[in-house]
């Protein structure tokens, strides 16, 4: 065994008898507690109520998960439309056999679309402010939820890395691999860190909050470049429908985000004043 060579074959699930108790599902149950306890605080310092805390959980759930789930078979597996699409809302697989799978599957590029329809939503049904106030605020506990979805995927030995030719990386022996390659899902989880650090910094210790669409800027220029860069490590997770100048489809589909960022942070100019 090779010093800087690690063999991966976790368990994956606890079998309760009834139910199988997914580590990966749980990492978002972790990443779901643990953005409601970053927003509280936040929702604290704005003197939110806590109602209006209850329902933003709620439709973050509903828009990351619903958005996730869909921008993956929209951009990687379009197949599961006409071969099995009760499988692409719900967490079991009906073709070929019933089986429960939890959602497995879910893409971050849908998931940011996601989050952003539903905190319009939220903000037009709920809180009556502006959205990008919303989202200057939410996409703190988002950055912290990243890092934990990403060490789900590192257990679930999805999103793998391509094979390093050397002694380093990562052999995923449950996908019968004998070579080892790069953790692109801990590369991912370690860049997310620092993404949630400065947002957190940001908005804490400076008044960039004042300023509207800084930190959903920031967000966005950070957590898409983070992936652009990461892909070129990355192996295909589908048929790549955009492969153009070396590029692949993840990549393309983050240039959109990084260049809306960096509208946010240095152009956008509210048209209206907050109450």
């Not at 306890?37 to 828009?63: A, H, M, P």
């Not at 078979?73 to 719900?90: A, G, N």
């Not at 919303?134 to 094979?163: M, T, Y």
Request: a neutral charge; proline letters at 3%; hydrophobic letters at 50%.
């Amino acid at each position: 065994m090779f010093l800087l060579q690690i063999d991966w074959d976790p368990i994956k699930f606890i079998d309760l008898g009834f139910f199988k108790l997914h580590f990966y599902s749980l990492m978002w149950i972790v990443a779901f507690i643990l953005g409601f306890q970053i927003t509280k605080r936040i929702w604290k310092n704005e003197n939110e109520s806590e109602e209006s805390l209850d329902s933003l959980f709620i439709y973050s759930v509903l828009g990351i998960m619903l958005g996730a789930r869909l921008g993956h078979v929209i951009f990687y597996q379009p197949e599961l439309i006409t071969e099995d699409f009760l499988s692409i809302f719900l967490p079991f697989k009906f073709a070929g056999g019933f089986e429960f799978t939890g959602f497995q599957g879910l893409a971050s590029h849908g998931a940011a679309i996601g989050m952003i329809i539903s905190m319009y939503l939220y903000n037009k049904k709920v809180l009556h402010k502006t959205v990008i106030w919303i989202l200057d605020r939410v996409v703190i506990p988002v950055a912290s939820g990243a890092v934990f979805v990403r060490i789900g995927n590192f257990i679930n030995s999805e999103i793998i890395g391509k094979k390093t030719g050397s002694d380093f990386g990562v052999v995923f022996k449950q996908l019968g691999e004998t070579e080892p390659r790069h953790p692109a899902q801990l590369y991912e989880a370690f860049c997310y860190i620092f993404v949630f650090l400065i947002l957190f910094y940001f908005y804490w210790k400076t008044k960039k909050s004042e300023q509207q669409g800084f930190l959903f800027g920031l967000f966005l220029v950070l957590l898409w470049t983070v992936r652009f860069f990461v892909e070129f490590v990355k192996e295909s997770q589908g048929d790549e429908y955009i492969n153009w100048f070396n590029l692949n489809t993840g990549q393309w589909l983050s240039i959109p985000f990084i260049l809306i960022g960096l509208y946010f942070m240095f152009m956008y100019k509210p048209k209206t004043k907050l109450s």
